[in-house]
């Protein structure tokens, strides 16, 4: 099933790796294959922006109409029942999709599961895949290799540390090599979450959904970080320059919601 979106991601990624190798443009640090997964990353994600913008305009509008339903609320406080049919009304007066935010998502999620797999068995899905021999970005030298990985006798790569900074010690759960991608993605996340969160309703801190967004913000970053130890920098070249995109956006969502609620007051 997720084959119907890993295939033409991963053909979309096969052409740009041609366009960016044709071109020229493959480096000792940054590699025709790095700058392949950075550009597809980025074509992804504008090709998912109207998707984006639409869910955009539903927080736009929830934000507007946020200081009526507390009304209701509080109206209707000890009659559920009539609570939410007059929020349904409301819902229905000014034209807003209470679902509207979580659609999207919806629409998003197999997609990005597709780009996932294309990046984690890239030799299945890229067919250039098995003829790219330099794979480095930075001061990463294969970023086919997880963001703290060590070389072996049997890896075509020398013994030693392939991906990371090497520390020189050995720490539990992270090895000799600094993962300094992982360690990247999971501050944007947080960074990410954070900004995420500005547009969440606050009020009752007992409120679950306000909860499970600050449980959330503290936890992703970590199921991030301990993803990035395990996964090929590929796949963390994604996330960090997806993340980057998608925070540069929520920037300027949190500047157009500040203005609404200004002139809501």
Known sequence: MIDIFAKPLGALLNLVYKLVDGMGLDFGGLSAYAMAVIITTVLFKLIILPLNLKQTKSMKEMQKIQPKIKELQEKYKKDPQTLNVKTMELYKEHNVNPFGSCL?????????????????????????????????????????????AIGDKTNEIAEGVINGLNIGINI???????????????????VQSKMMALNTPTGNSDNPAQASQNTMTKIMPIMIFF???????????????GNIFTIAQQYLTNRSIGKIKEESN
């Open 227 to 241: 993803f990035g130890l395990s996964m090929p920098v590929g796949l963390v070249i994604y996330w960090v320059v």
């Open 104 to 148: 999207p998502l919806l629409i998003q999620f197999p997609i990005l599961i597709g780009f996932f797999r294309v990046l984690r068995n890239p030799e299945k899905y890229v067919s250039v895949y098995e003829t790219i021999t330099n794979k480095a970005f930075l001061w990463i030298k294969d970023i086919g290799y997880a963001a703290n």
């Open 172 to 190: 539990p759960f992270i090895g000799q090599a600094l993962p300094i991608m992982a360690i990247l993605a999971a501050l944007l996340t947080y």
